[in-house]
């Protein structure tokens, strides 16, 4: 219980209309795939599937950020060379209307990649 209030404690502790805007962010991604898990990672809401890393939420300064990862155990390794998770994200304004179109896009095909591994 004290996990889950730590994390509802982030996103009560911004201010509007950034508050509003990452909780329907974390409401389509919750609702996209009842797999997908939320917790709070590197001190920002993170989101996982089957145990991998899925996405994030961040606030930095005025800038909210969506991103996206491909877990590292997922990438085709190759001799010699470690994989790292590799990130993508998308710049949120949260004034105006959520491309919710392109994260369901996005979130599509990460959840694609992990249930094929």
Request: aromatic fraction near 12%; include cysteine.
């Amino acid at each position: 219980m004290e996990k889950r209030a730590t994390l509802e404690s982030y996103y009560l502790s911004k201010p509007e209309p950034y508050q509003s805007c990452l909780l329907a962010l974390r409401d389509i991604i919750l609702r996209t795939n009842p797999g997908i898990c939320h917790e709070r990672k590197f001190q920002i809401p993170f989101f996982t599937y089957k145990g991998k890393k899925l996405g994030y939420l961040w606030l930095n300064r005025k800038k909210l950020m969506l991103g996206f990862c491909l877990d590292k155990s997922l990438q085709i390794s190759t001799e010699g060379i470690r994989p790292k998770d590799k990130y993508e994200s998308m710049q949120i304004d949260p004034n105006a209307d959520l491309p919710v179109d392109a994260i369901l896009q996005r979130l599509a095909y990460y959840l694609a990649l992990i249930d094929r591994r």
